[in-house]
């Protein structure tokens, strides 16, 4: 039976709100370099991303507690009393360890008594595996849970460093730049290119899809015959689409004993602004000859969703209501009910039952 004591579940509209006690991207391994503070803004939170002088990864509150200087235009030093690593305040100097309490304030005399380790800057638990820095959001700030779950391990991650990075921002909040993701009919009329598709040649689709863990998955299949670039990978190309709460979308090839894997993480700045990140992993000596071009296509796929975005910003300020019809928008009302049991299974203090049964969807694209 359910906590019937536990808060009644948030009711979060489309658009609004940005889900909490999760592990969202944070960054790339290769983004972060031991005594380098960098400033993030992680869901509307300023937060300091960095390795300590040691190589291992941290995350505090990029405000200093005094003067609300960010701490991330200090520096990291070494404690002088224990050796440990600290982060210099550039204002007047206090220091905190890496778990965000305070071991000094250097202008307190001799005689002045301040227990300065019960100051504190709030600190958010990381997780680093498979190259990617993983933050996890804790829904109360002041009492923040443990994580109950960790983040995921994907697929193909192979051949060592990722052979394509590429970022954006899009001025939208998350929800519809998943949906925009996820969405499997824009894809000829957005991504018109001769190397992809063209409208001018769409065929019906079919396509088996399952529930996964904290999300679904489109079963592994073989592409299309009119997604030109699968070709190129050579031999017979098998892949399966995944997405997972709360923002990654990961595309993973395989041929023969060969892989490719294609992720997307999306990340919200705050509720206006969503960080797109698209990586690309692969062994396929092919795909990594070719990477260059890919780049170039990745990089191409960002800007024109970005004009999209920009494009629907102009209809979604008027707050319309979304019309979205079966089978082709049947993925983002299943990202709206996996949203929506997020939120219920949270406030009333049990597991997460995912609401998406196995089903095939048809489309034309």
Same mark, same amino acid.
């Given at each position: 039976?359910?906590?019937?004591?536990?808060?009644?579940?948030? /009711?979060?509209?489309?658009?609004?709100?940005?889900?909490?006690?999760?592990?969202?991207?944070?960054?790339?391994?290769?983004?972060?370099?031991?005594?380098?503070?960098?400033?993030?803004?992680?869901?509307?939170?300023?937060?300091?991303?960095?390795?300590?002088?040691?190589?291992? =990864?941290?995350?505090?509150?990029?405000?200093?507690?005094?003067? =609300? !200087?960010?701490?991330?235009?200090?520096?990291?030093?070494?404690?002088?009393?224990?050796?440990?690593?600290?982060?210099?305040?550039?204002?007047?100097?206090?220091?905190?360890?890496?778990?965000?309490?305070?071991?000094?304030?250097?202008?307190?005399?001799?005689?002045q008594s301040i227990d300065v380790e019960r100051i504190k800057v709030r600190r958010y638990e990381v997780r680093e595996q498979q190259g990617i820095v993983w933050i996890w959001i804790a829904a109360d700030a002041r009492r923040p849970a443990e994580p109950d779950h960790e983040p995921p391990i994907l697929p193909g991650v192979v051949g060592g460093k990722p052979l394509i990075v590429e970022r954006m921002d899009f001025d939208s909040h998350i929800d519809h730049a998943v949906v925009g993701l996820m969405d499997p009919a824009h894809g000829p009329y957005v991504h018109q290119?001769?190397?992809?598709?063209?409208?001018?040649?769409?065929?019906?689709?079919?396509?088996?899809?399952?529930?996964?863990?904290?999300?679904? !998955?489109?079963? /592994?299949?073989?592409?299309?015959?009119?997604? /030109?670039?699968?070709?190129?990978?050579?031999?017979?190309? !098998?892949?399966?689409?995944?997405?997972?709460?709360?923002?990654?979308?990961?595309?993973?090839?395989?041929?023969?004993?060969?892989?490719?894997?294609?992720?997307?993480?999306?990340?919200?700045?705050?509720?206006?602004?969503?960080?797109?990140?698209?990586?690309?992993?692969?062994?396929?000596?092919?795909?990594?000859?070719?990477?260059?071009?890919?780049?170039?296509?990745?990089? !191409?796929?960002?800007?024109?969703?970005?004009?999209?975005?920009?494009?629907?910003?102009?209809?979604?300020?008027?707050?319309?209501?979304?019309?979205?019809?079966?089978?082709?928008?049947?993925?983002?009302?299943?990202?709206?009910?996996?949203?929506?049991?997020?939120? =219920?299974?949270?406030?009333?203090?049990?597991?997460?039952?995912?609401?998406?049964?196995? =089903?095939?969807?048809?489309?034309?694209?």
């Open positions: 039976m359910p906590d019937q004591s536990a808060s009644p579940v948030p /009711r979060v509209a489309f658009g609004q709100g940005l889900l909490k006690d999760a592990w969202w991207f944070a960054a790339l391994s290769g983004d972060l370099l031991a005594g380098k503070l960098q400033r993030y803004v992680i869901l509307g939170e300023p937060v300091l991303l960095a390795r300590d002088l040691d190589g291992k =990864a941290y995350a505090i509150r990029d405000i200093c507690p005094h003067r =609300a !200087a960010p701490l991330s235009a200090g520096e990291m030093v070494r404690d002088g009393r224990g050796g440990g690593c600290v982060v210099q305040c550039p204002y007047h100097g206090w220091t905190f360890d890496t778990s965000g309490t305070c071991a000094s304030v250097p202008s307190l005399t001799s005689d290119q001769w190397w992809w598709r063209s409208s001018k040649r769409q065929l019906e689709k079919s396509k088996a899809f399952e529930p996964r863990e904290f999300g679904f !998955a489109m079963v /592994r299949h073989r592409p299309s015959s009119n997604s /030109r670039a699968y070709k190129i990978l050579g031999g017979a190309p !098998a892949t399966e689409i995944t997405f997972r709460l709360p923002g990654i979308r990961y595309e993973h090839i395989e041929i023969g004993d060969k892989q490719v894997l294609g992720l997307t993480c999306l990340t919200p700045i705050d509720e206006t602004k969503t960080r797109i990140t698209q990586i690309f992993w692969s062994d396929h000596g092919m795909f990594r000859f070719i990477a260059p071009i890919f780049r170039f296509g990745a990089k !191409a796929f960002l800007k024109q969703d970005g004009d999209m975005v920009n494009l629907q910003n102009e209809g979604l300020k008027y707050d319309p209501s979304l019309l979205w019809i079966d089978d082709a928008d049947t993925q983002a009302k299943w990202y709206q009910a996996l949203k929506k049991e997020w939120l =219920a299974s949270r406030a009333e203090k049990r597991a997460f039952v995912n609401p998406v049964k196995p =089903a095939t969807l048809k489309w034309t694209s």
